[in-house]
């Protein structure tokens, strides 16, 4: 993978459109559409989000549903798998320094 990997935080402000914050929209905008990727674990994330969600706001959730579903679409190419070598590399990373599953899955991804 040659490019950007982005986070959940990064995907979330994003989708504020106008109300995004000014240096992550001003970052975005110079990067090549075919340059970031997503991961699995990012889309688990926002899934993760949508349920919780549906609680307490269900129209709230049915739009975020509908937006991750454009959004796995639009990235239908650039969507990491977790393979046996990001696995390892995070058995690697998380044994140096504890974080997050999540966290250090994407960290291991990026690094391969």
Not at 97 to 105: A, C, F, H, T, V
């Amino acid at each position: 993978m040659n490019g950007f990997l982005l986070d959940t935080n990064v995907v979330s402000e994003l989708r504020k459109g106008e109300r995004c914050a000014a240096k992550v929209s001003a970052w975005a905008s110079t990067v090549p559409s075919n340059q970031d990727f997503l991961s699995v674990i990012v889309v688990g994330e926002l899934r993760r989000g949508s349920i919780l969600k549906q609680r307490s706001d269900p129209a709230a959730a049915d739009a975020l549903e509908k937006w991750i579903a454009r959004l796995v679409q639009l990235y239908s190419e650039r969507i990491l798998p977790i393979t046996l070598e990001i696995a390892y590399e995070w058995g690697r990373l998380s044994a140096m320094r504890p974080i997050p599953p999540e966290d250090g899955l994407l960290a291991a991804t990026a690094h391969v």
